[in-house]
Structures are given as structure tokens and as C-alpha cells.
Nanobody, 118 residues
């Protein structure tokens, strides 16, 4: 059973930084995409950033390009989201996602709250 456990959320002032972590367990993740999504109150969940586990190719939403960086540590089975130059509109619950490439298989973490004050 795949488990994803997020950590690292919190309260930060605009312009500040946070690093989220997602510890993945339950299997190996070759040929999986790992990603971060977020959901603000009253809004749909939206894609933030993704990484192809095996080759390390990264993808970003336009709204976070140049400010957020996704990375992974294969040895620790952990995915990170470094968030810099945070804005109040980045406030949301951030969710880690694991999706098997080419299969309709998805797993989600429990989410971690990020609040950016102006």
C-alpha cells in the first residue's frame, strides 16, 4: 500500500520561503510521476509541480515557475517542494500525489497547510 506523508507547511510572510517534504513508502516508484497540488478555500485542486521519478524531468504551473522548485531524493524516497518568494495567493493546502505513468492509479497524501500573510 502506497503511503505519502507531507510535512513542512506553516505560516510565513510574503516574500518568505518554505520547503515541503513528501515521504513516500510502500513500493518503488520507477516510472511514476510525483507531484504537488494545492487547494485554496472554495477553489478546485490545482497542479503546482511534478517530477518524473526515474529521469527527474520537472513540470511547473505557470503561476509558480521561477519561484518553486521540485526535487527528489531517491535514497530517501522523498519529494521536496522548495517555495521561494511566496505570495498570499499561494495560501492553500498542499497535497503530494503519486501517479503511475500510463495507468489510472493515483495516491494522495493528507495535505499540509501553507499560509502566506501579506
Amino acid at each position: 500500500q502506497v503511503q505519502l506523508v507531507e510535512s513542512g507547511g506553516g505560516l510565513v510572510q510574503a516574500g518568505g520561503s518554505l520547503r515541503l517534504s513528501c515521504a513516500a513508502s510502500g513500493r518503488t516508484f520507477d516510472n511514476w510521476d510525483m507531484g504537488w497540488f494545492r487547494q485554496a478555500p472554495g477553489e478546485e485542486r490545482e497542479f503546482v509541480a511534478g517530477i518524473r521519478w526515474t529521469v527527474g524531468t520537472t513540470y511547473y504551473a505557470d503561476s509558480v515557475k521561477g519561484r518553486f522548485t521540485i526535487s527528489r531524493d531517491n535514497a530517501k524516497n522523498t519529494v521536496y517542494l522548495q517555495m521561494n518568494s511566496l505570495k498570499p495567493e499561494d495560501t492553500a493546502v498542499y497535497y503530494c500525489n503519486a501517479a503511475r505513468v500510463g495507468w489510472n492509479v493515483n495516491y494522495w497524501g493528507q495535505g499540509t497547510q501553507v499560509t502566506v500573510s501579506s
